[in-house]
Nanobody, 122 residues
Framework: QVQLVESGGGLVQPGGSLRLSCAASGSIFSINAMGWYRQAPGNERELVAHITSGGSTYYVDSVKGRFTISRGIAENTAYLQMNSLKPEDTAVYYC????????????????WGQGTQVTVSS
């Protein structure tokens, strides 16, 4: 089985910064992509940022220039550096990974973390 564990959420004032971490463990052959999503109350879950195994990144327009997604040296980790936070960034942030579980199959599976709350408020 595979587990994703997020950390780093919390309460921050507008203009502040937070760094979210996501660590994947378990039956992993390779991680093809990792992404951060968020869901605010009453809203659908939306993709915030995405990074492939080759290092290509994607950001939703509302966070471009403020958020940076990266992969850790261990490659089974992903980070989301969030700067210049705004109240509208308040949401539960979820990590997702697209994983190959073994070398014998090219099948990919997606896994989600449990979520971490980010609250931006004065």
């Amino acid at each position: 089985q595979v587990q994703l564990v997020e950390s780093g959420g919390g309460l921050v004032q507008p203009g502040g910064s937070l760094r979210l971490s996501c660590a994947a463990s378990g039956s992993i052959f390779s991680i093809n992509a990792m992404g951060w999503y968020r869901q605010a109350p009453g809203n659908e879950r939306e993709l915030v940022a995405h990074i492939t195994s080759g290092g290509s990144t994607y950001y939703v327009d509302s966070v471009k220039g403020r958020f940076t997604i990266s992969r850790g040296i261990a490659e089974n980790t992903a980070y989301l550096q969030m700067n210049s936070l705004k109240p509208e960034d308040t949401a539960v942030y979820y990590c997702k990974a697209i994983i190959r579980r073994d070398s014998l199959s090219t099948n990919e599976y997606q896994y989600w973390g449990q979520g971490t709350q980010v609250t931006v408020s004065s």
